[in-house]
């Protein structure tokens, strides 16, 4: 394994908020298996999957990666902060949100606490210490944040997989998925003062595993690691399936909850630019779009960083070096 680029570093203490499907799942698993990382928690909220499905398939993957003995799994919101949930993406991610995977039940249960409340609480007894990584809607952190807004300042870092700022949307086209699935929670975030770090489709769509990439890492992958891989390859086929017939992507699909975790680690990894932003809401054609003021005096909405480039091959070495 590649220590060179944590060497000396101190591990990340970090909580990922995940609405538990395919790339989520890859996402969750580097983070455990990453010695750059320690994972304390997962809370689940709605998404690609309703947040039942989210939580039992958390439950099972810290399970699979044998860390059930240290990473917390905490439920958290059913449906967006003013609106009604609209559906999961079975067409994307298949009805169990990992492609059709079939992974043993756990009997670890989620703790006992809603995930906004666990965030509130985190914050408060240890701040500056955690980097939160989300990887879904928005909704947990907002609801927090509505609590507590005195929390914005005590998370050492806030990295969210979302929106779009010089690439088209994915759900419509001026908007990305996960700030169309509650773009009143992705509006909070925005104006809540967070250090706030933003890893939009920009970067995400160009960071591409590959389905013989993932072949690759199953024969040089650590004995280990098998079956974790195994299960990668099973949960990814239906993936690599849809970003062919969507995004004429041979083979191969976006890592995009994998590379906020990575980047909220290697911030290097990627090159940000500060950008004044509000998110639309309340309007049909541009509901949870990015909307920046790059005039020469912005006036509307806040500063929040953006990450416009990405080493694409650092990530992909990075991502495959915890498996090996």
Known sequence: MNVSKFEGREPVSMIIDADTGIDDALAILYAVKSPAIRLEAVCTVFGNIDVDQATDN???????????????????????????????????HGENGIGGAVLPPSDQLPLGEAAADYLVRIANERPGEVTLVLMGRMTN???????????????????VMGGNVLVPGN??????????????????????????????LD??????????????????????????????????AIYFDFYQQVNKLDN???????????????????????????????????????????????????????????????ALEELYSVFK
């Open 58 to 92: 958390t439950l099972r993957l810290i399970q699979l990666a044998g860390a059930r003995d240290r990473v917390q799994v905490v439920k958290g919101a059913s449906k967006p902060l003013e609106r009604e949930f609209q559906g999961s993406t079975s067409h994307v």
């Open 141 to 159: 952190l907002a609801l927090a944040l509505r609590r507590d807004p005195s929390i914005a300042s005590k998370f050492r870092s806030v990295v």
């Open 171 to 200: 759900v419509t086209p001026v908007a990305e998925a996960n700030f169309w699935g509650d773009p009143e929670s992705a509006a909070v975030l925005m104006e809540a003062g967070l250090p706030l770090t933003v890893i939009g």
């Open 203 to 236: 970067v995400t769509l160009q960071t591409l595993l590959t389905r013989d990439a993932l072949d690759e890492l199953g024969k040089t992958c650590l004995p280990e690691n098998a079956p974790l891989v195994d299960f990668l390859k099973d949960s990814f």
């Open 252 to 314: 191969a699909c976006p890592l995009h909850d994998p590379l906020a975790v990575i980047a909220a680690v290697f911030p290097e990894m990627v090159t940000c630019t500060t950008l004044h932003a509000s998110i639309a809401c309340g309007d049909r054609l541009t509901d949870g779009m990015v909307v920046t003021d790059r005039r020469v005096f912005p006036s509307v909405g806040n500063p929040v960083s953006f990450a416009l480039e990405v080493d694409a091959d650092a």
